[in-house]
């Protein structure tokens, strides 16, 4: 799943191409039990041209390991400047099964922070 979000009427660009403007990409994700299923989350930025700018930023996966092998939410978050010529940003989760056959890779609270 994604959301693209136009920054033209949320922000002055002038702060943005001075690259005052920080980002923080947060969510909860995990799985259940012992699976390998999960989800991760990728930051994207984008200029007037729908040309992407700078790198993207992903977190996750949150895999079995690092749960304990129970079902459980855990916090990610990644932060950095957002990248000069930015006009828009788009947020893409995707959710991995790696078995059997039913996808249980969980992702809450997804959210992006812009601020200087």
Known sequence: MWQTVNLTDAIDFNLIDNQTIRFNLSAWLGGWQNQDDNAKVTLQFYDQNNQLTGSSTTIGPVLAADRGSVTKLLPRQANG??????????????????????????ADNIAVELFV
């Open 81 to 106: 400047y957002v990248p000069i010529g930015t006009r828009s940003l788009k947020v893409t989760v995707v959710f991995t099964c790696i078995s059997p056959t039913d996808n249980d890779g969980i």
